[in-house]
């Protein structure tokens, strides 16, 4: 009986860790909470979901009330080098009905250079409070991993800019390898 119980628990504690232990130091998708520190405006960012596929790097971000009419806009920056400080592509979009948006280059958190001519887009569901913005990999030059920073600015009275981050100002998510 007692070599019964020790080989019971023995199985037992295999099957824990290899429930607890992660079989990989690279996740495909990531979802980031945002807490609602930006009560005045509509867009404040509840979460930021990305995920990074073979074809490409998704960022799904949720907004408190995002209406086809406001005054905001949307930054999404993605690292894909890990030697390089900050992030080397930046695609910036307006939040309203109308809206157009262009994936640049960035030098120092700031888009550098003209619009990239390359599979991206922007999709705005005002029914759910989503934006979605997808960069294909051919437009990062095919990288091995990439993080995400996301800024949300809304001009709520036309003078005043309520800034919101996601994860926080000027920090990245994990890096995602592709799936």
Not at 14 to 33: D, F, K, M, N, R
Not at 61 to 83: E, H, I, K, P
Not at 127 to 155: F, G, W, Y
Request: charged share 25%.
């Amino acid at each position: 009986m007692k070599h019964m119980t020790t080989g019971l628990g023995l199985a037992l504690a295999s099957a824990l860790a290899a429930v607890l232990v992660p079989a990989t130091a690279h996740a495909t998708t990531q979802t980031l909470e945002d807490a609602a520190e930006t009560p005045k405006s509509r867009t404040d960012i509840l979460s930021t979901t990305v995920r990074h596929s073979r074809s490409a790097v998704v960022v799904r971000v949720r907004f408190a009330d995002l209406r086809r009419r406001n005054d905001a806009g949307l930054s999404t920056y993605v690292d894909v080098d890990r030697g390089r400080g900050g992030p080397e592509y930046v695609l910036n979009t307006g939040l309203n009905a109308g809206t157009d948006y262009q994936l640049t280059r960035t030098r120092r958190w700031q888009a550098f250079g003209g619009p990239l001519q390359c599979e991206h887009s922007v999709r705005l569901r005002w029914a759910t409070d989503v934006a979605v913005v997808r960069i294909s990999r051919d437009c990062l030059e095919d990288p091995s991993s990439a993080r995400v920073s996301v800024l949300m600015i809304d001009l709520y009275d036309g003078v005043r800019a309520v800034v919101d981050w996601a994860p926080a100002t000027r920090r990245f998510g994990t890096w995602l390898a592709p799936s």
